[in-house]
């Protein structure tokens, strides 16, 4: 069997550059977005919707409307509705208060109603946009605006899956694996607006956030609950359709390709299409033609008898767009400026769900920030003393590093033994210095993993002014800078590399006193802080 997981290309480590224009010839793209909506249930049956179920365990979610029998019929899932509406709002894009459903028709394994139920005549949604801008989308112009065409609901096939048979002289089989027949997919089609592929790839990443932060799809290009196809041209010539694109790099080399064929094709005076609109795959290095479209397809739409319209009221419309969170780039310029003076790149660590993530969503990461920083601002002022910056460093690289190795949830964690008081309070003993910073680091993920020992039960000791003298984890105050000094020269001694400590003192690899600070770190057992042990080192090593 197929790993589903592994299916595809593999992904190119290199940064994609972006489409070499020929001059006299421009290039114009737009995409048809499928997403897989990540509802309980599937669009059309009560089946359970995994589209990740295992590839060992074919049609488990699966009813008999899924597999088609006859006589079996749809019943409309109102969460998927709930999610288009969602992922609409989001775009601005006009919301049609009684769209309807249309049978497409075509012939294949993978689709045995013989029809797909998808929405041809009056979609889900007509119009929108979405903004990219230099700042925040690494795209070439100050700001473009992509605009949507429409959004339709529809349903997935069953997946089809190809294999040798085991029986002699027969030829390749397919078997079909009916759990993701049925699933809900949102299509999302684009005005043709994008001219270089910096612009595409801006809007897929742009388009992911999105999805996962309305929590409507695990937005994964690779594993296949986003799938797009592009739609290439070359100044007024017909559009190719590109499919088979299982990642962004895929999309970005697959374009490149295209372009430059086209442009080579119209160069040589030919035709881009004999027909009205080609389309081709891509092989991981070249495009080649999967058929022509409209010579060969007629789909039949009609209006499906078996669905009443999705009967919308402008009400249900105005209570969705209350719960839509505020716009990602709004949050990243928020948390950019005062108070808080992120860095871009810290702020869109916390605002931008990167990957579908069980232990955290940005919304909560971003709100825990946000109040820890209040609440450790707050006690700033009343000693004077503090530095802000501290709380965006022990969140995104102390406490999420360990929310990870040991699988904690975010939402669990704070709710009870670390909430924003307490990491204040953690940050501010911090600190104050009766702590150093190695050992700060262990306390957290001791108290971490005693958590989740206890089997994530809150009646974990926090008292960390109690916990530091129990594990005798203090700074000794009284530095005896004599005695530090001859154990820092006994350190150098040991270590017995005199390469090294002369690279150090000519500055050609400053950096590898960290590693002596490490060392001293451990002979101590991190009750002095490394600053301290670094100007130490430096005195003695005698560098300015
Ligand atoms: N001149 C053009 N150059 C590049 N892309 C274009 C051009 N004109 C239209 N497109 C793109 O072609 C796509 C048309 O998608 P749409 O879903 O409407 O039709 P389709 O591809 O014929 O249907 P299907 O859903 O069956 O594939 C859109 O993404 C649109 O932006
Ligand atoms: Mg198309
Ligand atoms: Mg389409």
Known sequence: MLKFRSLGFPPIK?????????????????LEIHTQLSTTNKLFSGSINNPFESISKPNVNTSYFDIALPGTQPILNYEAVLFALKLALSLKSTVNLASQFDRKHYFYGDQP?????????????????????????????????IRITQLQIEQDT???IYHQSLQQNSDEETLIDFNRSNVPLIELVTEPDFHDTLQVKAFIKKYQNLVRQLKISTGDLEAGSIRIDVNVSVNEHPRVELK?????????????YEYKRQVNVLKNNSLIATQAVETRGWDGSKTTVLRSKESTMDYRYMADPELPPISLDADVLCEVAKTLLKDADECIRELMSEPYNLSKKDAKILTIQNEFNELYNNEELRTYYVDTFKLYTNSMED?????????????????LGNLKKLEISLNHVSRDMLSPGKLAEFLNIVHSGVISNSNAKQLLFHILEEYKLEGCNKSIDTNFVTLIKKYDLEVTKKIDYAVLEDGCKEIIKDLNNPKMIESIKSGKKKNSIKYLVGLGMRKYQGKIQAQELETMFKKVLDIK
């Not at 940064?15 to 114009?28: H, M, Q, R, Y």
């Not at 029809?115 to 100050?142: R, W």
């Not at 004077?384 to 406490?399: A, C, F, Q, R, T």
């Open 244 to 256: 088979n694109l299982p990642n962004t790099s895929s999309i970005v080399n697959a374009i490149n």
């Open 158 to 160: 069953a997946r089809s």
């Open 113 to 145: 109603q013989g029809y797909q139920i998808t929405q041809h005549y009056h979609p889900f949604s007509k119009g929108g946009y979405l903004t990219l801008s230099k700042e925040f989308d690494e795209i070439n112009e100050p700001s473009k605006e």
């Open 14 to 30: 290199r940064k994609l550059s972006n489409v070499k224009p020929i001059k006299d010839f421009e290039l114009t793209c737009g």
């Open 383 to 399: 000693n004077k003393n503090g530095d802000p910056k501290i709380v965006v460093s022990w969140i995104l690289h102390e406490l």
